[in-house]
């Protein structure tokens, strides 16, 4: 396979530094082909702005979305936002790999899928009608390719739980997940997280690098999330609700969008210990 690793940290030498150099290793030895976006050192622009639209006259007013459309159907994207829309085309798999800051993702990332997932391209295709809103969550350009996140959390996996105070961390990942992954197509997998990521030692860490290998093996072949498709009956359209009484009855929240009763997001937790973010 081909695998895009984006990767959005300021520290090499942080613990997401070392997982990255263990997941790449483990890809590679598996003999898959491997890109890394490392945002940082690249250094990556996140702001949307005039810049971003090379066609849009002086004196236009800048509709972002409408501008982002004009240029992916013109080729006129800047060349960062091209070269990773071909890493994204080219890639089977894309991993998305950041540490939870504020509950959410780095800025930076937060960018890149801002310029990259473009009017045309990642969203805005397919037909609208009543039998259909677009090509979108589990249909659009990047079906039949696979995403998955890592996530260091500074925090207590009790936490992240379900009565924790910082929120189920399948919540605080379901705009990622869904709204970001899913909306343009991918099947994603469950995440690979890392709880309390500054205070690990040597032997968290090896252990928590022996399941990331783990999961670098079972990228071809473990169970997506499994997210109900927009256009396959579950919906609405074009409201967009759910049909009442598909969902299980204890079923609250974002778990009403799992296609299955018995479904639940499996966090591939990484040990109590890290030793840096």
């Known amino acids: 396979m081909k695998v895009l690793v984006v990767f959005a940290h300021p520290e090499q030498r942080s613990l997401n530094g070392s997982l ?3 997941a790449v290793r483990e890809l590679e030895a598996q003999g898959h082909d491997v890109l890394v976006s490392d945002l940082y050192a690249q250094g990556w622009t996140s702001d949307v702005d005039r810049a971003d639209f090379l066609s849009l ?9 409408a501008a982002s459309k004009q240029a992916f159907e013109t080729g006129t994207l800047t060349p960062d936002v091209k070269g990773e829309i071909e890493k994204l085309l080219w890639a089977d798999v894309l991993i998305l790999q950041f540490p939870l800051w504020w509950f959410s993702m780095p800025a930076i990332l937060k960018g890149w899928v ?8 990642a969203y805005g295709v397919g037909e609208h009608s009543e039998k259909r809103w677009g090509d979108r969550y589990g249909e659009g350009k990047l079906a039949g390719k696979r995403a998955m996140l ?9 936490h992240y739980s379900a009565r924790g105070i910082n929120g189920p961390i399948d919540d605080l990942l379901f705009p990622i ?19 309390k990521a500054d205070k690990l030692d040597e032997a968290g860490f ?11 093996r079972t990228l071809a072949t473990a169970s997506p999330i499994p997210y109900r498709r927009q256009n396959g009956g579950d ?12 969902e299980p009855p204890e079923a ?21 210990k890290a030793r840096c973010d």
């Open 177 to 195: 997940h869904h709204g970001i992954l899913y909306y343009p197509g991918y099947a994603v997998l469950p995440p690979f997280v890392v709880y």
């Open 235 to 246: 919906y609405l359209i074009p409201s967009m609700q759910l049909r009442a009484g598909l």
């Open 252 to 272: 609250r929240g974002f778990a009403i969008h799992l296609a299955r009763a018995e479904a639940s997001i499996s966090v591939a937790a990484s040990g109590t």
């Open 150 to 158: 890592i996530v260091t959390a500074g925090g207590w996996q009790e």
């Open 114 to 121: 801002d310029r990259v997932f473009a009017y045309g391209f």
């Open 57 to 65: 006259p002086a004196d236009a007013r800048l509709a972002p979305a």
């Open 206 to 216: 090896e252990a928590t690098a022996d399941r990331l290998r783990e999961r670098m």
């Open 20 to 22: 990255r150099d263990v």
